[in-house]
């Protein structure tokens, strides 16, 4: 019965370890692919690499290879052993850093000296037997100690408890309720990597580790680490991320049920399936990719019927469940131009193929313009010609009679009207207007065909107005969603108390590069008007505010003025020239903001792709943000 019992132990030994290297190492990417910019993600990774090397060791330790091989990978563990406790003492100070209390140059040295202490036991156990020495037995494995182990063992119990008093140091730094209780879960999982791979063996000297007790206690051990990796994962995802808590949260646990988990339930069947001598009269290690396969798309089935359910109870309140109910409405009812103009297109093509047409098009009027916005056939209209006909057209469009089809130069056209808004007579709104190729001198529809025609019209009519009224809102969003600065970043500054030193000015939220050039970007398409201008973080700037009493203490005067300055910075000395090089960053600012053209026309007058357009136009924009922060670091410093 012992015999069996150890035998399981053993087994379950081996998944727990398995367990532990696939929970860590998946930490550890997700570390890695994250925030990797910030410092707690980097030091935190180093922690996760030395748990995931040690563990990985011992997993090809319990595949039972050779003595020359066993005896190499036991000392290659010592990489991850003798660098957790510097790691970790990294991570505290990291952590410490955090709270605004940044090493002035103890700390660091500190760190240094402990990561070529770690550096140097490495070397002993790769190379000698000072250290510790491997005693390989019939059944099992333990390590020795040699007369150097004492040292490791202050350097490691010395760091570990610096390492707790640093975490404990920041926990008292922390201003808010949910902040203390991350980093007091990050003391409580913080000890477990570290003790978890400590070579117990060493204190245990000789003694057997392989009876029925030992592997209990081992076993409970490897369960305790994997739960505290998974306790440790939470109050990290907080740090070096700029996305809210609720989309941190939801996050990680799409990661965990999607990545670690469906790792494990891969492993445990692989380890306990192979061993099998028959399933269902069928080989077990024959039967075992099937299972593997089919235990995954089951597993990600279920996750995907649960996760819904697991965020609403976990994440999500009731107010913002129905608030994020209504945004991933939004999301999913919004099409962009490209699904209504392949919409528009299917449209122009089915009325050429019942009418027995060559051409077909769809004509939107607008107050800046007439542009076509789908068209089929050889003998479609052009824009500059609609343009110049305009009158005439509009004539014909809203004629009294009581026909809506109508006959203007060589086409059928029928009017399209919007369903949401009036006119300022309060008339039917004129959105645009469908044409097709004139098959005959009078009109010839059939009762059928006209029905169709209307029919189709119709359908064309609500698909327009829908890419309107989206055009409005992405223009919206557009201005809107760089305002919209809450981030982690942010929060950090009420989370924590300040430091000794103060940031500098360009350091500040309000000059982060990246958002501070989305919100010149949001500035410029808003250039005339609509909230990237009006309700612009850029209004906070010194030099806008110093711009206010030239421009009536109007504040988006002020910015507008402000940023035309910036783009007048970028234009080149002497004449102008469309199609020189030099040139074109101005260009594209003048022509796509002041003048706000369109891409294609701007693309034409310019010699440019419009791929290639919207690429320089990035680059245009990064220099008119360059520019303001000049301007407002040069006022700042006067």
Known sequence: MDDVLVVLLRSLNETLTAAIVVVSASMLLYNLTRHLRNRVARTSAIVLACVTVVYTGDVFVSLGPGRQTLDAILRFQWIGIALMPAAMFHLSDALLATTGLPS??????????????????????????????????????????????????????????????????????????????????????????????????????????????MLFLVNASNLVIILMLLFLSYPLSFFGTQVPDRVVKADLLRFMLRGPATGLLALVIIIFMTPAIRILGLPGDSLMPFAVVAVVLLWQWLVALALPWLEKHLIYSDEDGDQLAKLQNLSERLLTRADLQQLLDAIVGAICDYLQVSTAFVVSLMDSG????????????????????????????????????????????????SKRGLSDEGDRMLIGFMGIQARAAEINLTTDERQTFQSLARRAAETLDDMRLQAEIYAALEGLLPQINVTRTRAADVEYRHGREAQPLLENGAFDREQFVEQVRAALRHYWGGPGLSSSRLLELNIVQNAMGDNANNAARALRAVLLSAIEKQRPAGERKLLSPEWTIYNILEQRFIEKHKVRDVAIRLALSEPDLYRKQRIAIEAVADTLIEMEYTRTKA
């Open 104 to 213: 002035r140059g103890r700390r660091r040295r500190v760190a240094r000296m402990l990561y070529l202490i770690g550096a140097m036991i490495i070397i002993l156990a790769a190379f000698s037997n000072v250290l510790m020495q491997p005693l390989i037995r019939t059944r099992s494995v333990v390590i020795t100690a040699g007369p150097v182990f004492p040292i490791y063992f202050a350097y490691f119990a010395i760091a570990t408890t610096v390492a707790l008093i640093n975490v404990q140091r920041a926990r008292q730094r922390c201003l808010t309720r949910d902040t203390r209780r991350r980093m007091g879960y990050l003391q409580l999982a913080l000890v477990t990597p570290a003790f978890g791979i400590f070579p117990y063996s060493v204190v245990l000297g000789q003694s057997e580790t392989d009876t029925v007790a």
């Open 370 to 417: 007439t542009e076509i916005v789908a068209a089929t056939g050889p003998t479609r209209p052009d824009a500059q010609w609609l343009e110049d006909e305009r009158p005439s057209l509009l004539a014909a469009l809203v004629a009294t009679d009581d026909q809506p089809l109508h006959q203007w130069h060589s086409y059928w056209v029928i009017p399209l009207y």
